[in-house]
């Protein structure tokens, strides 16, 4: 259970992502002990390109995600939950956001343009989901991260 914990944490930092859950507490890297799996490593990338390119698309759903990268849905669920610990909707939530604050440490945008940048028709909506993941309204996390 802890190496797939390990596994999850190592595919998770490797697609550029970095989680903070209650519930997938941060184990010991252990990198080292760990045989490389580059046909892993490639599928979390390709997964995470695929939802990248189509970031602004606010249409953009798991089914098309699934043509993508050519699975069906329950094939590409049970990869993404092993590798990453997050089902399909959870992995283009979390790349999203992150892309979102990243967007967001940059000031002359507003938060509603962020919104649809990132794939969320209602600005409402995206402030919800941006606080119910990290804890802090959008706004008030660029008040907090400026430079």
């Not at 002990?33 to 695929?50: L, M, N, P, Y």
């Not at 940048?117 to 919800?128: H, I, K, L, V």
């Amino acid at each position: 259970m802890e190496l797939r914990k390990n596994l999850q944490q190592i595919y998770l930092k490797k697609a550029g992502l970095r989680y903070e859950d209650s519930a997938m507490e941060p184990v010991a890297p252990v990198e080292e002990q760990i045989s490389e799996q580059k046909t892993e490593d490639g599928f979390v990338q390709r997964v995470r390109e695929a939802v990248e390119t189509h970031l602004a698309d606010t249409g953009f759903s798991v089914e098309q995600l699934c043509k993508m990268v050519f699975m069906s849905h329950s094939q590409l669920h049970r990869k993404l939950d092993a590798l990453t610990g997050c089902s399909p909707n959870k992995f283009i939530r979390i790349i999203r956001l992150n892309k979102a604050k990243e967007m967001l440490k940059q000031p002359g945008s507003s938060i509603a343009s962020i919104a649809l940048d990132c794939g969320y028709n209602d600005p409402g909506y995206f402030a919800r989901v941006f606080k119910q993941e990290f804890g802090i309204t959008p706004q008030d996390w660029r008040v907090a991260n400026q430079k």
